[in-house]
């Protein structure tokens, strides 16, 4: 299965699955990472919403692993949230070279699109605020493997030694300081 994943879809589609179908370990690549809050009344409606992280404490609590790898130092409303606390099972590296938006559950199923984890990337935020974005979901092993190895190569410092960028990375694959 390929699907197509267009706008406001993001929200319902990606995480929406990301959480119902995630059981292991939860592989989010992504350049920005700001502050995202999530509609309480289910995916689909408006209304009071919850920061993604109180999600990853739901999945911390259910101990599965969440890698975040992203390029950006995250928005401070983010590492405020995180200096509050961090999910028990959330770790996070910095490289950035990383342009690559993907959510990997499981090695099981995989966004892969242009959408950042962010409000108006996901299209949490009104109409007004959001992205144009376009991605696929799929559960297609043939697509999400080579993605899972090459986001896994990244995270495990594999290209870090061909970068070319170690006079600006002095510490590839930073974990913040909280």
């Not at 592989?27 to 919850?50: C, H, M, N, Q, S």
């Not at 376009?134 to 993605?147: F, H």
């Amino acid at each position: 299965m390929v699907r197509v994943v267009l706008n406001r879809e993001h929200l319902t589609v990606v995480l929406g699955e990301v959480l119902r179908r995630c059981r292991h370990r939860l592989f989010i690549a992504t350049a920005d990472v700001k502050e995202l809050y999530v509609p309480l009344a289910g995916l689909e409606a408006p209304g009071r919403a919850r920061s993604i992280l109180d999600l990853f404490d739901e999945m911390s609590e259910r101990s599965i692993e969440i890698r975040l790898l992203h390029s950006g130092v995250p928005s401070g409303p983010f590492l405020g949230h995180l200096k509050q606390h961090v999910p028990a099972t959330l770790i996070m590296r910095r490289c950035p070279r990383v342009h690559a938006k993907a959510i990997v559950a499981d090695g099981r199923w995989m966004y892969l699109g242009s959408a950042n984890l962010t409000g108006a990337g996901l299209g949490a935020k009104s109409t007004r605020r959001r992205n144009f974005e376009a991605g696929i979901w799929t559960d297609e092993a043939a697509l999400i493997d080579p993605v899972a190895d090459m986001l896994d190569e990244v995270w495990s410092g594999g290209q870090c030694a061909e970068c070319g960028r170690k006079e600006h990375c002095p510490v590839p694959l930073e974990e913040p300081a909280l």
